[in-house]
């Protein structure tokens, strides 16, 4: 009997879900919870971590879990590490839902870094209107350069207060558009972007906006995850679900 865990959070996630409650799987959606203003699922939902490698093992028992998707965020590293050394362990099937990395076009102005830290060295020394697209959770790595302004756009609210002295944010939820991203960096005079190499086509909005404005990207390439599965798209995804070993050949 096949009983699924879907490691959620992304766009990509919820399409997967709906794709999964339509042939009326058994599955489980996770949320790691970071965000307040969770997506409902038409699945089961549970909330929270794990508690490292030992805890998903766990879960994995008791719930008799037998395939799992990890389709979290292409930055949330550490979970999909543990995704895939509890499974490993437990003899639970693992597949990653992935979306691919964005590349550069032509007339895009990227600089391409290996992280957080080096996307801070990489800003300009003189003071400078930065879009900072991460999300929430890295914010206090460029507390270190407070000479410039931050535009933030984050899914719940702003910390109070914010770890720079020139900063405002905005609260929205994607996809978004082109043409609303360049509305949102015209209208704060925006001159540089500082963007995780996350994937997919609605956070891309602001890349193909900042190509068509002229305005330069500190792009952070994606954290090296452990070898895995990988399916780019939901029909890969449940081709894989159909033809994965049941448990009773993996002798578990």
Known sequence: MTRILLLGGTTEASRLANALAARGADAIFSYAGRTHALAGQPLAM???????????????????????????????????AHAVAACQVEGVELCAFEREAWSPAPADRWTRVTDIAAAVEALPKTPTRVFLAIGRQNLQAFAA???????????????????????????????????????????YRIELIVAKNSGGEGARAKLDAARKLGIPVILIDRPAIPPRRVAGTIDAVLHWLDHAAPPAERGV
């Open 46 to 80: 549970r909330v929270g971590g794990f508690g490292g490698v030992d805890g998903l093992r766990q879960y994995l028992r008791d719930e008799k879990i037998t395939h799992v998707i990890d389709a979290t965020h292409p930055f949330a590293a550490q979970m999909s």
């Open 145 to 187: 350069r407070p000479e410039h302004f931050y535009l933030l756009r984050l899914v719940d609210a702003a910390p109070d207060p914010l770890p720079f002295p020139q900063a405002e944010a905005v609260i929205a939820r994607g996809p978004f558009t082109e043409e609303s991203d360049r509305a949102l960096l015209e209208t």
